[in-house]
Each structure stands twice: as structure tokens, then as C-alpha cells.
């Protein structure tokens, strides 16, 4: 049976990336309502590089409120905190036994973020994928939404499961599919076009915030890195133009409309015409979030309330899962 399995790490704030890439696409998941959605906020992902307690704690809330004003309804969609169901971890060991030191060694985002000090990083860092593997194949998901960035790690995530059906000769983990759609995919530093937009990036102008104000996104849009050049007559025109392409595919994906319609609408209009109609649009629909996510802040009792019966109704799927994972392993008492 097809299930929506993703996850954000509460590892800061929220940027527009996370938003276009993940939040506003679990959110239609979640309205069409063709398969069960199960999101996530990944709390023992975020530990593998350190975290502030008291940071990780509030950041956590802050997430949550972020997941529901963009329209996750945690009566329709199962939302929680990955530490508060077991199975992750249990399942995750097991897939550190089932992955192979050579697949992690390949994966590009922990060479990225361990750089040249790979001797000094967390264990948890370099195992991370076997444990986001566990977050999906746990429930049985089939679909898991993401960005991009993310696609290196489900491919992982298939590997795993179909090594483990192999190994134990049985047809019990489904192989899922990465789901990577929309206009913005890949949302780039507002500084280097050729560079992700990132939460953890030095620069607060490489970014947008779901918490920046107006007078802040209008700023970040206009202060935006991009070319002398007009905007093309045609999509083609935007090759070679890493920025300008950029905040093409940011209004493409904020307004609904493909990437060639919003070209055709400003072809050959100059770039100080169209940042100030971004910021505008952006400006639009991020200021609800924000405003809702502040108002959902006041209730943090509330929000633990929520993440608690999302718990409870992922662990009631979780747990029958991780134990016959157990049982097929060999482990008595399973
Ligand atoms: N720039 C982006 N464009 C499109 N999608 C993005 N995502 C992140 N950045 C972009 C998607 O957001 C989801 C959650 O990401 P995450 O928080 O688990 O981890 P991340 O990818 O490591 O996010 P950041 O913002 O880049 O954080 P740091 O700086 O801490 O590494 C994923 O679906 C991801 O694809």
C-alpha cells in the first residue's frame, strides 16, 4: 500500500528552500489525498552535528508551528518528533549493519559537510543516511518528497532495503521512490547561484527566512546577486545564468506558474522591474506563515499536545514493522 514518508531537520529555522522544496509540497500531498502522509521533524538527525539543548528544544516547537501554517493538518496527516518513536533507532541499527562502509563514503552531502576535518565529525554524521533509511522504510513508505539535495540519500535508502530483502531472503521492505516535482527543486543562495540555499549558511542574505518580515525579504530580493542582462524571451536564455534562473523558478514556484510562463511574462523586462514583483509575491504568501507560526508559538503545551498524538500513531505503525524486522534478523523475544 502506497504511504508518504519526509522529514526536516530542526537544526535552525526555516529557509524558503525547505519550504518550496519540502513543507509546501507535503502540504499537497496531504489535500490530495491519494496515500497516507506520515511527516516528520527529525530530532536525532539534527544531534549529529551538536545542537544547544535549549535551542534544539525550541527549535523543535518551531518546527511543528512551521509544518502546520503551511497547511500540514495534524488531523489528517500523522506529525511528530522522530525521538519520541523508538523504531527509528531500533531499525536504524539494524541498517548500520546492513549498509556498507562504501555506500556512505559516497554520499556527497556528508563529504560536504564534513569538508576536509572529516576526522573531527560525529559518527551520527557519516551514518546519518542509514538512519533516514530507518525513518522511511520503518513505516513501509513508498514516497517520500523531497529536494534534490536529498535524492543521493533515497536511492541509499533503496539500496538498504532491497540488500536486506536479499540477505534475509524474504520480500519485506518496499523499495520507495524519491519525489522530486515543482518549479523549485533546488532553491539557491540569493549570494551564488551556483550554491544551495541553506539554513546553515554564514550569510543571512544568501537566504530567505519563513520568519523574515517584509521590510526583510523586500531587501534580501532586491540585494539578490544576479546579471546586467535583461530577462530572455525564451527559458533557453536563462542557460549559463545560475542567479538569474534562480528567481525565475523562486516566482515560478510561489505563484503556481512553470518557469517558461513566467520568462514569457517578462521577457526583456530588466531585473529591477522584476525583483520588486517578486518581493511583492514572496512578500504575499510568506507573511501568513510567518504570522500563524508566531500566534501558534504562544502555545508550545499545544504543540507538544500535537507532536504527542503523532507519536502514538506512528509508533502504532512503527512497532509491528520493527519487530518482525527483529524476528526475520534472528533476535529471540521479538
Ligand atoms: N535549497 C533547497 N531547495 C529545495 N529544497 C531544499 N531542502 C533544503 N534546502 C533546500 C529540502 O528541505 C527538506 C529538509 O531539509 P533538512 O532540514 O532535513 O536538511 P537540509 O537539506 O540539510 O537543509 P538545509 O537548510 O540545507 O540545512 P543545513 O544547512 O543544516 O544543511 C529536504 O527535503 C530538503 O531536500
Same mark, same amino acid.
Given at each position: %500500500? ?34 497516507? %502522509? ?69 554520499? %556527497? ?226
Amino acid at each position: %500500500t502506497p504511504r508518504v514518508f519526509s522529514g526536516i531537520q530542526p537544526s535552525g529555522g526555516l529557509t524558503l528552500g525547505n519550504y518550496l522544496g519540502a513543507l509546501k509540497r507535503f502540504g499537497e500531498t496531504q489535500d490530495r489525498g491519494d496515500m497516507p %502522509t506520515i511527516y516528520c521533524i527529525v530530532d536525532m538527525h539534527a544531534i549529529t552535528v551538536w545542537q544547544d539543548p535549549e535551542k534544539l528544544n525550541r527549535a523543535t516547537r518551531e518546527l511543528t508551528a512551521g509544518f502546520i501554517a503551511s497547511g500540514i493538518d495534524p488531523t489528517k496527516s500523522i506529525l511528530f518528533n522522530q525521538s519520541a518513536v523508538p523504531g527509528h533507532a531500533q531499525l536504524g541499527w539494524i541498517f548500520n549493519c546492513v549498509a556498507r562502509l562504501g555506500w556512505m563514503q559516497r554520499m %556527497t552531502q556528508f563529504k560536504d559537510k564534513a569538508g576536509k576535518n572529516s576526522e573531527n565529525v560525529s559518527l551520527g554524521l557519516f551514518a546519518y543516511p542509514a538512519l533516514m533509511a530507518a525513518d522511511i522504510l520503518v513505516y513501509h513508505a513508498t514516497h517520500v518528497p523531497v529536494g534534490e539535495d536529498q535524492k543521493q540519500h533515497v536511492e541509499l535508502t533503496r539500496d538498504i532495503a532491497i540488500k536486506f530483502n536479499n540477505d534475509y531472503g524474504v520480500d519485506f521492505f518496499p523499495v520507495p521512490e524519491p519525489v522530486i516535482e515543482g518549479a523549485a527543486t533546488r532553491v539557491m543562495s540569493l549570494r551564488d547561484g551556483t550554491k544551495k540555499m541553506s539554513k546553515s549558511d554564514p550569510s543571512d542574505m544568501s537566504r530567505i527566512n519563513l520568519t523574515d518580515d517584509a521590510d526583510a525579504i523586500a531587501k534580501k530580493i532586491k540585494k539578490a546577486k544576479t546579471d546586467p542582462e535583461p530577462l530572455p524571451e525564451t527559458l533557453e536564455g536563462l542557460d549559463g545564468r545560475p542567479e538569474a534562473r534562480n528567481l525565475v523558478n523562486i516566482y515560478a514556484a510561489l505563484s503556481g506558474k512553470t518557469a517558461a510562463e513566467v520568462v514569457a511574462e517578462y521577457a526583456g523586462q530588466p531585473f529591477g522591474s522584476f525583483k520588486p514583483a517578486l518581493a511583492d509575491l514572496a512578500v504575499d504568501r510568506l507573511s501568513p506563515i510567518s504570522t500563524e507560526m508566531s500566534r501558534l508559538m504562544q502555545d508550545p503545551a499545544e504543540i507538544d499536545r500535537i507532536l504527542a498524538h503523532g507519536a502514538e500513531q506512528a509508533n502504532a505503525i512503527a512497532e509491528p514493522i520493527v519487530r518482525r524486522a527483529y524476528q526475520i534478523v534472528g533476535m529471540v523475544g521479538a
